[in-house]
């Protein structure tokens, strides 16, 4: 729905008064997900047909997705009311969580030839070091200093783009004549969608960045409407940040050491990327991980290895199924690598061994001396260095550098938390970066920060606020969830145990597990096949069940945990975390036909209520 530009600023004072709380989350109902076009389109026919905008009318609208990373109803508010300056589309705007990201990513969709960005301002013309991550990525950018292009053919095969410092007097340029794509600041401006498609741009927004955080929406979108700025206000003191760095450092198990400080990026995934990134300015890497990690860390790991083959290769191994040993999984696939090591051409020098423990969705914690030991033989037998970068995410507070150093103290160990789940209390996005005390890891992490700095993908003033405040008591809330979860799990295999005299696996943390520190609040399973189901039912049977469970008020169909709201989330894996990841894969953790379902919970909720909606839905699974 087309809207003009003095229409839409008009609507802006209504919008941001009555702005559903929701919206200034980080996850939203995967239930009514609409895609940024048709929320876009929904928001331009709200505002067209004068009907009042109220709090109501909003909600009514959807949802652009289901996750900060990947747009926001706000981000997406603010990207329409931009489009309709220029007569555009939702589809041809996009805000960044970073200034340098916009031109990485026209960099890395363009498919025609060589990108020629201008710049007009001096002062944001592209470092000898930015244009080192460029070329490290595979990209061709050729950079014009304080010069705008000459009017030229867009059907040319070069890309052009122009970096103005604002967009007043600068109009013109927002025309295929001059340029194929624009930034302004944060925001890429697509002016010809046929050199550089949308489609690939979210794809790489979502993977190695984010979209601009919730204040600096809301904030500027208070600018456009004229109204005092009261977003994007408040700011972590120096001391409160240094307070929240050691704090990272004590949770992973290391000694806390100022002059080794974590990286905090914007979110989980731009974190992994300043670290691919990093591998690739250090001569390269192997790379083994689990099949069915997290889909956007494999999706992400996808993209480098096509981009840079010759530099980065991914390698899996797969821990589907609750009789799957995870370190004899990871053991076959090193000795493959390591055969293969010693006759390839091109010798990556390292090895990245990337575990997230517990494992996600099916929460196995390998042995640690398993571990260390595996990697220990792959170094004698291949001379290449190793790293084992540990995903803690689901039990920030286990301290697993601390055994490890036990087991074996040379070992270079980096931890990875996304900041997004309990350390944050889900109020924001972020993603950290913690060393142990070796050379190598400190090297590591220092090198990670130094790209993530020059992509300017650090965590943003407002996030580093809400880390700082929210950490505080992680590990306290961890257990409740934990402890929560446990019951809930007993309370949910009685019940399938009484309608179907069927012992269903819960796939959880053991106890054992759990008095080690890593007390996750989430658990999987696989609901047992109904008596007689054909294919078709039992492939629903999990989403069937996530819906009759989020009919309640204390269930959202949602992908995160470490919430702190009250709330229960619920997913299919399969058709939401692991989306980017191989069907043949994900059709590993089926038991019977039917998927996996996750459930999450909060440190603190009425677990009475919660388990007499699980026993209602399991009775109205087999009845």
């Known amino acids: 729905m087309h809207v003009n530009f003095e229409a839409a ?13 929701g919206w200034r989350g ?3 109902r995967n239930a009514r997900l609409l895609g940024r076009e048709t929320f876009a389109n929904n928001l331009g026919s709200l505002i067209a047909s004068k009907t009042p905008i109220t709090t109501d009318t ?45 031109l990485v990513a026209v960099a890395l969709v363009t498919k025609t030839g060589n990108v020629h960005a201008y710049y007009t301002n001096e002062d944001a013309f592209i470092s000898t070091e930015e244009q080192e ?129 974590p990286v905090v990026c914007t979110a989980g995934l731009p974190t992994t990327c300043a670290m691919w990134v990093s591998l690739l300015q250090r001569g390269g890497a192997d790379l083994l991980m689990c099949s069915t990690a997290y889909g956007g860390s494999s999706q992400l790991s996808d993209i480098i290895a096509e981009r840079v083959p010759n530099a980065f290769k991914k390698y899996v191994f797969h821990i589907q199924g609750s009789s799957t040993d995870i370190c004899h999984s990871i ?27 517990p494992t996600n969705p099916d929460m196995k914690v390998p042995e640690l001396k398993d571990l260390t030991s595996m990697l220990q033989d792959f170094k004698q037998k291949t001379g290449k260095e190793v790293l084992l970068l540990v995903d803690t995410t689901f039990a920030p507070g286990s301290k697993i550098m601390e055994r490890l150093k036990g087991i074996d103290a040379a070992l270079p160990v980096v931890a990875f938390i996304s900041l997004s789940k309990s350390l944050s209390r889900g109020m924001t996005t972020g993603g950290t970066l913690v060393a142990n005390d070796t050379k190598e890891a400190i090297s590591f992490v220092e090198g990670s920060g130094r790209v993530a700095t020059l992509l300017d ?135 019977g036909g039917v998927q996996l379902v996750r459930l999450s919970f909060p440190p603190e909720i009425d677990e009475k209520i919660v388990c007499q909606v699980m026993q209602d839905a399991v009775s109205n699974i087999y009845s």
Request: aromatic fraction near 6%.
């Open 58 to 102: 909003l909600f009514a609208l959807g949802n652009a997705e289901d996750y900060l990373r990947v747009a926001t109803n706000i981000s997406c508010t603010l990207e329409f009311v931009l489009a309709c300056k220029y007569d555009y589309t939702v589809t041809q705007v996009f805000t960044f969580g970073s200034t340098k990201m916009p």
């Open 133 to 261: 991550v460029l070329s490290s990525l595979g990209c061709h950018v050729e950079c014009h200093k304080k010069e705008v292009p000459k009017k030229r053919n867009a059907s040319s095969e070069e890309v052009v783009v122009i970096t103005l410092d604002k967009e007043d007097g600068n109009e013109k340029y927002f025309s295929s004549e001059w340029a194929d794509a624009i930034i302004v600041g944060d925001v890429l401006y697509i002016v010809n969608k046929d050199k550089v498609s949308h489609e690939d741009v979210l794809v790489i927004r979502k993977r190695m960045s984010t979209p601009i955080t919730t204040p600096m929406a809301e904030a500027r979108l208070q600018e456009l409407a004229g109204i005092a700025q009261t977003a994007d206000t408040k700011r972590a003191t120096e001391e409160e940040v240094a307070t929240f760095h050691k704090h990272l450092q004590t949770l992973c198990g290391t000694p806390t050491d100022t002059s080794t400080q």
């Open 331 to 357: 053991r076959t696939e090193l000795d493959k690598i390591a055969t293969v090591a010693l006759d390839e051409t091109i010798r990556h020098p390292r090895l990245v061994l990337f575990v997230e423990i």
């Open 9 to 21: 600023k008009a609507a802006l004072p209504s919008i941001l008064q009555n702005m559903p709380i």
């Open 26 to 28: 980080t996850t939203f």
């Open 457 to 591: 993908t650090t965590a943003k003033p407002d996030q580093l606020f809400l880390l700082t405040t929210n950490h505080h008591g992680v590990e306290l809330r961890c257990e409740g969830a934990y402890n929560v979860a446990r019951l809930v799990g007993e309370c949910l295999c009685k019940a399938v145990k009484e309608h179907t005299t069927k012992d269903m696996v819960l796939a959880f943390v053991s106890s054992e597990n759990a008095a080690q520190g890593f007390t996750s609040s989430t658990f999987s399973f696989n609901l047992p096949s109904p008596a007689g189901a054909t294919d078709d039912i039992n492939a629903a049977l999990a989403q069937r069940f996530v819906d009759l469970l989020c009919k309640h008020d204390e269930f959202k169909p949602c992908v995160s945990f470490g919430q702190d709201n009250g709330l229960v989330y619920c997913t299919v894996p399969a058709t939401s975390t692991q989306g980017a990841i191989k069907a043949e894969h994900k059709a590993k953790q089926a038991v």
